[in-house]
């Protein structure tokens, strides 16, 4: 069974900087991407960052280009976040999910996800 856990999230003042962790389980990493997604009430779930390590494939959406950097540890299988220069903007949940196959900011093509971390940025 497929598992990810976020943690990592919190109250982070604008221009601070946080780092969430995605922690997977059950499936060979190295086949999966993991991408991640926000979420803030109202609105629809938006692809953050993704990235694939077999093939070092990555994306990141405009809006967190030069801030956040996605990456991996695979021998913990663990994917992170580093998001600097946080903006209230920011503020969201976010979620990592997982899917088996390249890499991908499109929220329809992952079936695995986890239940989200809570990140607040306030000026």
């Known amino acids: 069974e497929v598992q990810l856990v976020e943690s990592g999230g919190g109250l982070v003042q604008a221009g601070g900087s946080l780092r969430l962790s995605c922690a997977a389980s059950g499936f060979t990493f190295d086949d999966y991407a993991i991408g991640w997604f926000r979420q803030v009430p109202g609105k629809e779930r938006e692809g953050v960052s993704c990235m694939r390590s077999s093939d070092g494939s990555t994306y990141y959406a405009d809006s967190v280009k030069g801030r956040f950097t996605i990456s991996s540890d695979d021998a913990k299988n663990t994917v992170y976040l580093q998001m600097n220069s946080l903006k209230p903007e920011d503020t969201a949940v976010y979620y990592c999910?997982?899917?088996?196959?390249?890499?991908?900011?499109?929220?329809?093509?992952?079936?695995?996800w986890g239940r989200g971390a809570q990140v607040t940025v306030f000026s």
């Open positions: 999910a997982a899917r088996e196959g390249p890499s991908s900011e499109d929220v329809g093509r992952y079936d695995s």
